[in-house]
DNA sequence: GTCTATAATTCGATAGAC
DNA sequence: GTCTATCGAATTATAGAC
């Protein structure tokens, strides 16, 4: 079955971001990757050209966050973290993000420029003191990144066994307090 | 220099859980690791067998929390946080776990063991329902361990830049709340 | 567009001399 | 106790046939 260039290299791509979340970078072979997509390793140099390269086409992603003007001021803890529930479960992109970064410093400072740049309009929704929005926007990107942490990566039993109802409940007036509190 | 066989097994655990720590596990290689102590590599064989033996041998760590039951109820929160930042910043231990439990299953497995196991006492503390301890013991891994991603791993700007006693005066009553709120 | 063959490198591990 | 030499496996990457 010969199929169109795009089909291929969608393939290739899919099977890179399911690798590259599950195993990280270095883990993650072309190898697999290639069997993943069930094409010849060669293609996957052919249209990707090397690794790293791959790598980059598989590891782009978007917070995406919603129109923070449009959320109630005192709806903004419990909407951001169902946001970023949502966010993780449905786009591993966060998840290859995580695992590569810890041990590569380009991808460590790609989260910085996501969470600096794509939270940092929240930092406008706190009208009284200017000089502590970076600190409070960074408080609630250790709380976030915390349970994603805990619950997708490392799968800490009692962390993974809570509802969604629960997380949001118990983190939502977390991030209120540190957002405007 | 001929060194005797503690020192040079002192010389390559040390150097073993430095590059462990900064590379994650794949990374870390044995001819790195025996550089660094200033020996051959083949040493590293001889007195640790293989890489996993080594990695095993260079990554016991323990939270080595304080006697929970002679702390005030309500200084429980600030006093958790403190103690953690003080092991996560003389111990390198639970940075290597953390680099190498994101894509090492047996590592995540042991950081689980060691979350239960040793945060499962606080439980105790907890007096009016039992049966939300483990939901809260998890909550408070969530924010202990995010804190220490942010800030010791990916280092975000605005987290870093925190000093020790604004990370206490936030995370204190986030623990509390989870802990007894 | 797909695959075979293979080069070049890196790494874990072993054997054995000194 | 230390090192040289080397094996064998895995991996990225290239060249080229079909």
């Known amino acids: 079955m010969r199929r169109s260039s795009e089909d291929t290299k969608t393939a290739i791509l899919a099977a890179a971001r399911e690798r590259f ?3 990280g970078y270095q883990r993650a072979t072309i190898r697999a990757i ?3 997509a069930g094409i010849d390793p060669a293609m996957v140099m ?3 050209g090397n690794k790293e390269k791959l790598f980059a086409a598989a590891a782009d992603f978007d917070l ?8 109630p001021r005192e709806a903004l803890g419990k909407t951001l973290i169902s946001h970023f529930l949502d966010r993780w479960e449905n786009d591993e992109g966060m998840m290859i993000l995580l695992r590569t970064g810890v041990t590569n410093e380009a991808v460590a400072e790609r989260m910085r ?8 309009p929240l930092a406008a929704r706190l009208c009284d003191d ?16 915390g349970m994603a942490l805990c619950r ?9 066994a809570l509802s969604r109802d629960e997380i949001v409940d118990w983190l939502g007036p977390t991030l209120q307090r540190y957002l405007v509190g």
């Open 130 to 145: 200017p000089s502590q929005a970076p600190a409070r926007t960074g408080l609630v990107s250790t709380q976030v990144l």
């Open 113 to 120: 420029e996501i969470f600096a740049r794509q939270l940092g």
């Open 152 to 160: 997708y990566v490392l799968r800490l039993p009692p962390v993974a």
């Open 64 to 71: 995406k966050l919603p129109d923070l003007m449009a959320i």
């Open 34 to 36: 290639a069997s993943d």
């Open 21 to 23: 979340a599950s195993d």
């Open 46 to 48: 052919r249209y990707f």
